[in-house]
Every structure is written in C-alpha cells, then in structure tokens.
C-alpha cells in the first residue's frame, strides 16, 4: 500500500516538473541568464513553503505516519565537497538542461536518448564512489 | 482547460514540490533523487569491490518507487496533459541560443539539436553532461532535490554553499562553455 504512495508522488512530481517548465534546457539556460523570473519564483516558492513547513515539523516535534518522531538529518561540515561537487555538479545541469529528476521524467515523456545520460550519470557516480578517498571533502 | 495543458506558472509548480517534499518527511523519508544513481549502482553490484556501494540498497526501495513514478508522470504530462507544449523563452536567450544554433528553441519543448540529432558532438554533450551530474551530485551530497530544495527549507549552510557551486558551475557553463561547445 504504502509503495503505490511512493508511486503516486513521483507521478505528481514528473507531472510537475514537466509542466512548469523546469525540465526544459531552454528554462535552464534562460535562469542562469537572469532573463526570466520564472525558475527563480518555482525554486523560491519551493522553498519558502518548505521551510514553514520544516519550521512547523521541528516546532511540534511532529511525527511520521508509523509514530516515529521526525529526525531531519544536518548534512556533515565541509565547504570543499560542496563547492567542488557542486560546481561540477552546475556544469553538468546547465549543459544537460535536466537535473536528476528531470532526466527521468524525460525519459519518460520520450526524450530516449537522455538514456546515454542516465548511463553516464551512473558511471560518474560510480567514479566518485571509487576516487573519493582521493577527493579534498 | 488552458490551465491544464498550457505552462504550469511558478506559483503552482514550486508549491507542489514543497508538498512532495513535506510528504515524503511525513512518510519518514527524505526528498533527494540522485541518491536514485547510488542505489542503482548498488543494485548492480559495485558493493563488491568498492565500499562506497556497499550498503543495503533495498532500504532505498522507496526511492526507486519514486523515480518509476516520476518517468510515468513524464509520460502522462507529455502524452496526455500536454498539446505539444513549447516553453515560452524570453527575447534575449532565445536570440542568443540561436545564434548559437539552436533553431529548436520557441519551436520545440528541448533542444532537439541535443537529444534528437545523434551525432559526434551531441554524442559527447549526453555523456560528458552525464557524468558531471553523476559524479558531482553524489560528491556534493545531493542535487537540486536533496540541497536546493530540502537543505535550503532546512536553513543548512552546507545546502547554501552546494547552490552556491550549482550556480558558479551553471553560470560558467551557459556564459563561457556553450559558446565555444556550439
């Protein structure tokens, strides 16, 4: 039951995320040249929604569906992982135009040859994973 | 129903995916999608020889149930909630991507000068994209899902200085790197 729920909400995010744009290039290329409002006001609402709602969450000490309480992990300390990775990181979404929700929800919508880029994708994941220790973090 | 096949406006589509992401908490999960590639490559095996992969992947089955939804939600906006939708560009980029050479933008959803002419160089921009998205996504501990979006609402200076190296990298690569790529 719970699984059919993990489904619908990935529904409703690939529905989104193809309907607004934000997995187009062009809106991509269009946001890192400032000349429209549009992707800023989708991340912005995003997150000031988001950050009631976490806001809400921690001030309750809510609980999930299964009565656990709500943990929200803090990421580790570092400023090299996080401007390194995500310079290549930026490099890698403005030149794709997709970031990795979007790559699947083209596949889905018909873009096959975004295929090639999910197997890349893959293989740089597996490059960090075998260099990591050689990595500045 | 221009309001459903037309562009979702902004006001729409973030407020959905602060819904997506406050009911994965609520599920006891965490928004993040690239964390997808790592679990793939577990599942395939790269736990074996290298320790990075070795964890118990299907613990993350959640999150695989997530991406078959989002690939579906591709294809149902595509096929059935769209009439061949085409992203409205603003003046200046379109005029600049064509220049470029991309004659596809104000005619086609993406550049089909990427994703539909197969040749050497689009060829190179899918893996080499690839791979940049790949690796630097798990180096910096999450995409625009895991930082931008879940780090950033949880007010966490790592996720700021991750947007921060999306941004130096996604403005390097539109200003400097498309026009010598193209």
């Not at chain 1, 309750?60 to 570092?78: C, E, M, Q, R, T």
């Not at chain 1, 970031?99 to 960090?128: D, E, N, Q």
């Amino acid at each position: 039951m719970r699984s059919i729920l993990y489904i619908v909400l990935g529904v409703i995010f690939g529905i989104t995320m193809y309907k607004a744009e934000t997995a187009s290039w062009f809106r991509i290329v269009e946001m890192f040249q400032f000349q429209s409002f549009h992707m800023f006001g989708f991340i912005g609402s995003a997150l000031v929604i988001g950050l009631i709602g976490i806001q809400f969450i921690k001030r309750k000490s809510a609980k999930d569906l299964d009565g656990n309480p709500i943990v929200i992990k803090s990421k580790d300390k570092s400023i090299s992982r996080y401007l390194f990775g995500g310079i290549s990181f930026g490099l890698g979404w403005a030149l794709i135009g997709a970031c990795p929700g979007p790559i699947f929800v083209l596949l889905g919508a018909g873009t096959y040859s975004i295929i090639i880029v999910i197997l890349a994708a893959l293989t740089g994941t597996w490059l960090y994973g075998i260099l990591k220790d050689y990595l500045p973090h | 129903m221009d309001w459903i096949f037309g562009t979702w406006p902004w006001y729409v589509g973030g407020p959905i995916i602060a819904f997506t992401m406050i009911a994965l908490i609520y599920l006891g999960k965490s928004f993040g999608f690239s964390s997808n590639f790592r679990t793939i490559c577990s599942a395939m095996g790269a736990g074996k020889r290298c320790s990075f992969f070795d964890f118990n992947w299907r613990a993350q089955k959640w999150n695989l149930l997530f991406l078959v939804g989002a690939v579906l939600g591709g294809y149902l906006a595509a096929n059935v909630l769209s009439n061949n939708q085409i992203p409205e560009i603003s003046a200046y980029t379109t005029e600049y991507l064509q220049n470029l050479g991309f004659n596809s933008v104000g005619k086609s959803y993406g550049p089909t000068e990427i994703f539909e002419t197969l040749n050497a160089n689009s060829l190179a921009v899918l893996i080499i994209g690839g791979l940049l998205i790949g690796f630097g996504s798990r180096y910096a501990g999450g995409c625009t899902s895991g930082h931008a979006i879940s780090g950033l609402s949880d007010l966490q200076l790592p996720s700021l200085i991750a947007v921060i190296g999306f941004f130096i990298g996604g403005l390097i690569m539109v200003h400097l790197l498309l026009p010598i790529i193209f």
